[in-house]
């Protein structure tokens, strides 16, 4: 708990206490602006990320270049930011695999995370657990019934080791006395041929991936990782509500950018993102791939990346989770 509350309270003050005034920052920026995304390119992150960077830039003057640099914990696009000149042209897209799984996985990350400073949140993105439509099943209760019933309980596939479906899944499994087994896949196209194969009983899968086999019939769903209902898919239950009480891990992004950047500088960032975010087409966007957009202050952010990390920390441990 206390590592949580140091580690992230340090990547909203980082910049205010380090931060001097630099001449010319009115009129930044002058140049292009790199953007890390430590996700390929072609999934929904990335696409979220070059949205947002083209829309930023046609605001600011300048364009911002996105450069994948995919890796491990998100490390390398990381660790690229937090070691680069703190002057607003090299900032960084975040997630909740980086900020708030990494520090628990990973012994030295290879650079101090209150390095890197919140410029502001962008969005989150539901995960939903899936099956074949002719899946006994139809809801977590129904889940937790059947792992007892079955020998060696279900199996339940995720998009990687220590993803949020990964780490949600053993919370559900604490909190619910829920039996089953991990099976990591490469992506939502590993979950949905394994599903489609009947390698594994469920899996999670990014609504972004799921949303339209859900709507086609291809797919149901038994529930959703977060607190509250889909705006989308109310019928779905969250797994909150289920009874997984600590089970609230959405996909978070944010963008952050080198601590000891100029005030008026990430002032100028923030503003722009934040025009950019709370934006009717951006919204849409966003919705329309299944995704929402986060309007809270970095106040709030900051308390939020917080209580999820704090929340990861002991599931990490309690499995041995480490970083292979």
């Known amino acids: ?25 009115a009129d930044y920026p002058t140049k292009p602006i790199r953007l890390m995304v430590p996700f390929g390119p072609g999934g929904i992150t990335d696409v979220i990320a070059r949205q947002a960077a083209k829309a930023m830039g046609d605001k600011l003057g300048q364009p911002i270049v996105v450069e994948n640099k995919p890796s491990a914990g998100h490390i390398v696009a990381m660790q690229t930011v937090a070691q680069s000149s703190p002057d607003g042209y090299t ?10 799984v990494a520090p628990h996985m990973y012994k030295n990350l290879g650079f101090d995370i209150g390095s890197l400073q919140l410029i502001a949140p962008v969005n989150t993105a539901p995960t939903v657990l899936v099956a074949r439509p002719e899946f006994a099943g139809n809801s977590l209760a129904d889940l937790v019934k059947m792992g007892k019933a079955k020998q060696g309980g279900i199996n339940y596939a995720s998009f990687g080791v220590g993803s949020s479906a990964h780490l949600g899944m053993e919370i559900i499994k604490k909190d619910l006395g829920l039996e089953a087994t991990h099976v990591p896949y490469k992506g939502d196209a590993g979950v949905y041929t394994a599903l489609m194969g009947k390698e594994v009983d469920v899996g999670f899968m990014t609504l972004f991936s799921a949303q339209q086999r859900l709507r086609a019939g291809e797919l149901k769903a038994l529930a959703t990782l977060q607190a509250d209902r889909i705006p989308a898919f109310p019928a779905i239950q969250s797994t909150v509500e289920a009874g997984a009480k600590n089970s609230d891990l959405p996909v978070w992004i944010a963008f952050f950018a080198p601590a000891g950047t100029p005030r008026d500088v990430m002032k100028k960032l923030e503003d722009t993102l934040r025009s950019v975010v709370s934006s009717p087409e951006f919204g849409e966007f966003l919705r329309n791939r299944g995704a929402e957009p986060l309007t809270i202050t970095n106040g709030q952010m900051t308390q939020f990346m917080t209580a999820q990390t704090a929340k990861i920390g002991p599931i990490v441990q309690a499995i041995g989770l480490k970083a292979e």
Request: aromatic share 6%.
């Open 91 to 100: 900032i960084l897209l975040g997630s909740n695999t980086g900020f708030n």
């Open 1 to 25: 708990m206390n590592f949580a509350r140091h580690v992230l309270h340090a990547i909203v003050c980082a910049g205010a206490a380090l931060a001097a005034p630099l001449a010319g920052a």
